[in-house]
């Protein structure tokens, strides 16, 4: 079956540690994308890729990298710099009219 | 900017009919989204409206008017199932390729 997922659902992290979440698709979508949601909020944009090998930053940028190095692939680490991670991520792939199709979510939280 | 704006929250009772509506700038305006998102789970896609008009989808209904900037998304007979937070999302020609989210609706159903 084609789909989207994520790994892991739930993810705890120390103070100052990176963390890498997960996100993968077999739905053969050249674009993927990385959201934040912190709870009764939007949608906030991360990064986004509309091509292996090439990434965009998106409005909340700092403190996140990403990479594509695979069109199935698109991990997200959050690093050290980020001041305030603890949130619900959703990693998303689109179509060429950019209907999105999301992953389960991974919820972050800092201790 | 591209600001969307939905109310943040309606109430509606079981069997009745709701409309929620989403309002943007026009300018750069290339299609809009509808996506349900049940609390703690990913959003899932509803749907696309490019043109002026109604779109119908069993008990879902989208309607465009381009002009006006403006979109509802009518859910009729309503279930309590129903109850999770409705996204508006744009496609601006401005934007790469991408689409913007708006807070989202969040719709209570009661008995």
């Known amino acids: 079956d084609g789909g989207i997922t994520q790994s892991p659902k739930y993810l705890f992290r120390k103070e100052g540690q990176n963390v890498t979440l997960s996100c993968e698709q077999n739905?053969?979508?050249?674009?993927m994308y990385w959201y934040r949601q912190d709870p009764g909020q939007g949608l906030r944009l991360i990064y986004y890729?509309?091509?292996?090998?090439?990434?965009q930053k998106g409005d909340i940028a700092e403190g996140y990298s990403v990479s594509r190095e695979k069109k199935e692939s698109f991990p997200l680490t959050v690093t050290s710099a980020q001041k305030n991670p603890t949130a619900f991520y959703l990693c998303?792939?689109?179509?060429?009219?950019?209907?999105?199709?999301f992953g389960p979510g991974t919820r972050l939280t800092v201790l | 900017g591209q600001n969307i704006d939905q109310p943040t929250e309606m109430t509606a009772t079981e069997g009745a009919i709701v409309q929620i509506n989403c309002t943007y700038q026009?300018?750069?305006?290339?299609?809009l989204f509808w996506y349900q998102q049940h609390a703690g789970e990913a959003p899932t896609f509803l749907s696309y409206?490019?043109?002026?008009g109604l779109e119908e989808k069993g008990r879902f209904s989208s309607f465009l008017s381009r002009s006006k900037g403006y979109s509802y998304l009518l859910l009729k007979e309503l279930q309590m199932k129903d109850s999770a937070s409705y996204l508006c999302?744009?496609?601006?020609?401005?934007?790469?390729?991408?689409?913007?989210f708006g807070d989202g609706t969040t719709l209570t159903v009661k008995p």
């Open positions: 998303a792939s689109s179509t060429e009219s950019d209907t999105q199709y």
């Open positions: 026009t300018s750069g305006f290339n299609g």
């Open positions: 999302a744009v496609l601006f020609n401005t934007n790469a390729g991408k689409s913007t």
């Open positions: 890729s509309q091509i292996v090998n090439d990434f």
């Open positions: 409206n490019v043109l002026d």
């Open positions: 739905l053969n979508h050249d674009a």
